[in-house]
Nanobody, 113 residues
Framework: QVPLVESGGGLVQSGGSLRLTCAAS????????MTWHRQAPGKAREWVAT???????FYTDSVKGRFTISRDDVKNTLYLQMNSLKPEDTAVYYC???????WGQGTQVTVSS
């Protein structure tokens, strides 16, 4: 089993929304710190959001008020709801088990202007 599998990316117009999904296997999301990162073409991978086991959430300034990280403990799935998308949000998005540094394969998000 692949520990983390992302999905939900796609092409959306500026101002639109997408919900990314990160399905976890082999461990419980509720037991670990989970993060979302993104990497735009030609740029370094950057942190986007974090969810702690107790439910606390943290966001990079550029996505505050637009993105929401959440999880479904029954489905053992992590989400990133992205609203009011901007062209500068275009990137490959990755989820990560922060404690084991395991990464998913990534999902492409493209926002057209």
């Amino acid at each position: 089993q692949v520990p983390l599998v992302e999905s939900g990316g796609g092409l959306v117009q500026s101002g639109g929304s997408l919900r990314l999904t990160c399905a976890a296997s082999g461990f419980l999301l509720s037991d670990v710190i989970m993060t979302w990162h993104r990497q735009a073409p030609g740029k370094a991978r950057e942190w986007v959001a974090t969810m702690a086991p107790g439910g606390a959430t943290f966001y990079t300034d550029s996505v505050k008020g637009r993105f929401t990280i959440s999880r479904d403990d029954v489905k053992n799935t992590l989400y990133l709801q992205m609203n009011s998308l901007k062209p500068e949000d275009t990137a490959v998005y990755y989820c990560q088990n922060f404690e084991t540094t395991t990464w998913g394969q990534g999902t492409q998000v493209t926002v057209s202007s």
